[in-house]
């Protein structure tokens, strides 16, 4: 029996897919570890990371779900953040919109997104029989900053509404999703207004060491 157990756990590998909520090795100081590094710290468990800092749903589609090795048994999704950003420059012009308005907008911007998002889940699903960790993505640390500060409410809500599709995509594919506005809490969980410091970065790290460690395969 514990040979048995032996051979299952030598078997996961898993693959880190997304965007710099995850590839933050470029915003952490010298000494400190990324969220990478502090997952390989704490397993055994080979880790390919394909997310890279900037990628978008399109990065996700078009180069790193090609890139996942045969035999991988767990994926984590961290994408969306990016495809935001590029979006949330019509809340800073000088508009006279009403509040439904806005929300309208928010909504068409969103949707080709989650049609890019939903479409990655199912591509994930037809190719692979890996365990599907998806991410919300965090709210970041807005308030204060030069970039960010006049719109930290209203991106926040344009936020919000991305997160529910994803919470939707997780309930229609039924996969594991990884709620990561309560796991980045603190403003030294950033190292900047919107990138994960090596402290919110070992928070994650844990979270997924644990989900791979609870989640032997399909």
Not at 59 to 71: C, R, T
Not at 99 to 109: A, F, G, M, W
């Amino acid at each position: 029996m514990e040979t048995t157990a032996r051979v299952v756990a030598l078997s996961k590998e898993l693959v880190l897919l997304g965007d710099s909520i995850i590839d933050n090795k470029t915003y952490v100081l010298d000494g400190e570890l990324s969220v990478l590094e502090h997952i390989k710290s704490k397993t055994e468990t080979p880790v390919t990371q394909l997310a890279l800092d900037g990628a978008t749903t399109n990065d996700v589609i078009n180069s790193q779900i090609q890139a996942i090795p045969f035999g991988t048994s767990h994926i984590v999704l961290s994408i969306g953040g990016n495809d935001l950003l590029n979006e949330i420059g019509f809340l800073l012009e000088d508009f006279k919109y009403t509040p439904n308005q806005v929300l309208e907008r928010c909504q068409s911007l969103i949707a080709p997104i989650t049609q890019k998002y939903e479409s990655i889940v199912s591509q994930l699903q037809t190719t692979s029989r890996a365990n599907l960790l998806l991410c919300t993505v965090y709210e970041g640390n807005l308030e204060g900053s030069v970039m960010y500060d006049d719109i930290a409410i209203s991106s926040r809500a344009m936020l919000s509404l991305f997160n529910d599709s994803v919470y939707k995509t997780h309930n229609m594919f039924k996969t594991e999703i990884l709620e990561l506005r309560n796991i980045f809490v603190s403003p030294e969980d950033y190292a900047n207004p919107i990138e994960p410091s090596h402290i919110g970065g070992e928070k994650l790290a844990k979270a997924i060491n644990k989900w791979v460690e609870t989640h032997n395969g399909k």
